[in-house]
């Protein structure tokens, strides 16, 4: 367990380094099989979702070593193909080893994947993915899925751009015998840069007209080294870009790519924050300014506002003058933190539309210090921003969420001014 104490009221001032994406980086590590031989991975952030899925791989046979930003993996000498719940159930992203294990040995068998608790997450569009490509035999067993068969290729008509399913279906495709088309997935940065990680291993992916198509290429092992560098992480920069405006502080968040923040971006302009993007550096300004709170701030797939920054949006708004509303159209029931932002002074409620779906009723003023419970990672960041906020000492209990999506949080809040340090309690 680990507690965060924050002295709060202080505005974030000064300058914060993007690390590389998690998301980006997961189903990379995963799709390290689909190289078989030594990949080098850039700019990998040390996170324990990270180790998670190396762990993973030694399991599985590959060979893993993390040393400053860099991550190797050799996935040369795998011989497992199958992943018990007690891998798969600590990280959502363990689905991803689903395809590149059917690749290797055309059959696997993996536990369903456990994760942050922000509502249902099931894997049918994975499954449907898989059918729509291959010649499989699928059997789901209430503790997992076995798969067995080989890839045909195909195409598939995504029901809804998952994130997952996307990336399931293109590592399906990358080495089939015959094109592939993949229609309505996912637009994600993250599923991109999965999509030239396949590339850079001898697939033959790209997207056109809204299409993601793959052209027949020939898996074999290798054995030169692939260098790859992962993208900036989206989530993170914006995760600062909040705490900075909410504080009513100013900073520099360098190393991110402000082209792909355009839905944090405009949430804080429509606030009244001064935002200057340059093309790896955002300016964001909040100081002596009176924040007004948004009519409508609406999660939805890329490009639009991440599910992701939900949270986080929800801590900064709280301290936006004026009535916000913000609803969650990705994961309609990601609302724990809505109470425990309440502890820390928010005025913060569930509340039903018309229409009968919930959302985050918001009525903006001041933050107070308060104890709050980290309920997964993005209602963690939620909880360390408005601590950050408030007058006073909060205290923010959290059983490991947050390190799951940020390294060295509190060294890089404190790089800002920010009071805040983390105890661990055994
Ligand atoms: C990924 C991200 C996560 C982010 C999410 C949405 C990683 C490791 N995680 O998660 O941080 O919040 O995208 O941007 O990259 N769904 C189904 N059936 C499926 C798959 C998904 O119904 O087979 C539903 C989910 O319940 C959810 C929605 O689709 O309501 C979006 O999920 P998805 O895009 O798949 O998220 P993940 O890939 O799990």
């Known amino acids: 367990m680990i507690q965060y104490v924050i002295d709060g009221g202080r505005p974030l001032i000064g300058t914060v380094l993007t690390g590389g994406s998690k998301n980006a980086l997961l189903p990379i590590l995963a799709a390290t099989i689909l190289y078989g031989g030594p990949c080098e991975i850039h700019r990998a952030p040390h996170l324990s979702d990270v180790e998670n899925l190396l762990e993973t791989l030694r399991y599985l046979g590959a060979k893993t070593h993390f040393c400053g930003d860099v991550i190797t993996v050799d996935t040369t000498s795998l011989n497992r193909y199958d992943l018990p719940a007690e891998y798969t159930g600590r990280c959502r992203a363990s689905i991803s080893f689903l395809a590149p294990l059917l690749l290797r040995f055309g059959r696997c068998s993996v536990a369903y994947p456990g994760g942050c608790a922000i509502g249902a997450r099931p894997i049918?569009?994975?499954?449907?993915?898989?059918r729509a490509l291959g010649n499989f035999r699928i059997t789901e067993n209430g503790c997992g899925v076995e798969v067995q068969g080989t890839f045909t290729g195909g195409s598939y008509s995504m029901p809804y751009p998952s994130v997952g399913a996307t990336e399931c279906a293109l590592m399906a495709?990358?080495?089939?015998?015959?094109?592939?088309?993949?229609?309505?997935?996912?637009?994600?940065?993250?599923v991109e840069d999965l999509a030239g990680f396949l590339n850079a291993c001898g697939g033959r992916i790209s997207f056109v007209k809204g299409i993601w198509q793959s052209e027949p290429?020939?898996?074999y092992l290798h054995d030169q080294t692939l260098r790859?560098?992962?993208?900036?992480?989206?989530?993170?920069?914006?995760?600062?870009?909040?705490?900075?405006?909410?504080?009513?502080?100013?900073?520099?968040?360098?190393g991110c790519n402000p082209a792909q923040m355009q839905g944090v971006i405009r949430l804080l302009r429509a606030t009244?924050?001064?935002?200057?993007?340059?093309?790896?550096v955002l300016l964001v300004r909040?100081?002596?300014?009176?924040?007004?709170?948004c009519d409508l701030v609406m999660a939805y797939p890329y490009p639009a506002f991440p599910t992701d920054l939900q949270a986080p949006a929800c801590a900064f708004l709280s301290t936006c003058y004026g009535k916000?509303?913000?609803?969650?159209?990705?994961?309609?029931?990601?609302?724990?933190?809505?109470?425990?932002?309440?502890?820390?002074?928010?005025?913060?409620?569930?509340?039903k539309a018309p229409g009968g779906e919930p959302y985050i009723s918001i009525l903006g003023g001041q933050l107070r210090g308060g104890r709050g419970e980290s309920t997964d990672l993005r209602a963690g960041a939620a909880l360390l921003i408005a601590g950050l906020c408030g007058?006073?000492?909060?205290?923010?209990?959290?059983?490991?969420?947050?390190?799951?999506?940020?390294?060295?949080?509190?060294?890089?809040?404190?790089?800002?001014?920010g009071r805040i340090w983390e105890n661990r309690i055994y």
Do not use: W
């Open 173 to 190: 495709a990358c080495f089939s015998p015959m094109p592939c088309r993949i229609e309505g997935g996912a637009l994600e940065p993250e």
């Open 324 to 351: 916000s509303a913000v609803l969650d159209t990705v994961f309609p029931m990601r609302y724990a933190h809505v109470s425990e932002l309440g502890k820390m002074g928010a005025r913060i409620a569930l509340a």
């Open 286 to 293: 909040g100081r002596n300014r009176r924040l007004r709170g």
């Open 217 to 219: 290429a020939p898996f």
């Open 124 to 130: 049918n569009y994975h499954l449907e993915a898989l």
């Open 391 to 417: 007058k006073g000492r909060s205290v923010v209990t959290d059983r490991g969420f947050v390190a799951r999506g940020y390294e060295a949080i509190c060294e890089k809040f404190r790089g800002l001014g």
């Open 228 to 254: 790859y560098t992962v993208i900036p992480d989206r989530i993170e920069a914006g995760t600062f870009a909040l705490a900075i405006a909410a504080t009513r502080g100013e900073g520099r968040i360098l």
């Open 272 to 280: 009244g924050a001064e935002v200057v993007s340059g093309q790896d």
